[in-house]
T-cell receptor
Framework: GENVEQHPSTLSVQEGDSAVIKCTYS??????FPWYKQELGKGPQLIID?????GEKKDQRIAVTLNKTAKHFSLHITETQPEDSAVYFC????????????FGQGTELSVKP | GAVVSQHPSWVICKSGTSVKIECRSL??????MFWYRQFPKQSLMLMAT?????????EQGVEKDKFLINHASLTLSTLTVTSAHPEDSSFYIC?????????????FGPGTRLTVL
């Protein structure tokens, strides 16, 4: 079955710097890759997603890139702010097979003012 | 929009009792919902897939008789933890699948913190 590896497990950056989180997946049939932000004690919030027919997607300070050949995708956050501090999870799924998400291990991002 | 609610947000119960958690999609219909549990500082672990009008599909190692799932309508799924024990204490999170234009997106509820004494 699908396996998703996420790195790093923790990431500390200065406010204003960029943060990059990387994920690799094992099943080449996966075609949907969402990213979720989870604040302490809350449910995950979808922040951006990408489908296999595109290589990059951007939404203001957040961007996601996908390399299907290498089976990896990355989250890029620019101009980080303290409120970006949270745990970020990547996930992968085969969208026409019930949509079951396989999650990475999570990255705890800390943005220091 | 895509809003998913959960009730209660937290619950404390005695060992041996049962607890029901509700998951609702507020502004869309969801034929499929998912139930996860999450331990501190860990990732989300899928417990089961809840399908409206049919039996839930449980992941390997999840006891279906202990975690009863009912998806009675297109906007409501419930998870009942039966005969709860302290090791069942966890953060339970549901998600609902929204289908738009042939593609699916999962939206999560805010979670329910269960503490079993």
């Amino acid at each position: 079955g699908e396996n998703v590896e996420q790195h790093p497990s923790t990431l500390s950056v200065q406010e204003g710097d960029s943060a990059v989180i990387k994920c690799t997946y094992s099943d080449s049939a996966s075609n949907y890759f969402p990213w979720y932000k989870q604040e302490l004690g809350k449910g995950p919030q979808l922040i951006i997603d990408i489908r296999s027919n595109v290589g990059e997607k951007k939404d203001q300070r957040i961007a996601v890139t996908l390399n299907k050949t290498a089976k990896h995708f990355s989250l890029h956050i620019t101009e980080t702010q303290p409120e970006d501090s949270a745990v970020y999870f990547c996930a992968a799924s085969i969208n026409n097979q019930g949509g079951k998400l396989i999650f990475g291990q999570g990255t705890e991002l800390s943005v220091k003012p | 929009g895509a809003v998913v609610s959960q009730h209660p947000s937290w619950v404390i119960c005695k060992s041996g009792t049962s607890v029901k958690i509700e998951c609702r999609s507020l502004d869309f219909q969801a034929t499929t919902m998912f139930w996860y549990r999450q331990f501190p500082k860990q990732s989300l672990m899928l417990m089961a897939t809840s399908n409206e009008g049919s039996k839930a599909t449980y992941e390997q190692g999840v006891e279906k008789d202990k975690f009863l799932i009912n998806h009675a309508s297109l906007t409501l799924s419930t998870l009942t933890v039966t005969s709860a024990h302290p090791e069942d204490s966890s953060f339970y999170i549901c998600s609902a699948r929204k289908r738009e234009g042939g593609t699916d997106t999962q939206y999560f509820g805010p979670g329910t913190r269960l503490t079993v004494l």
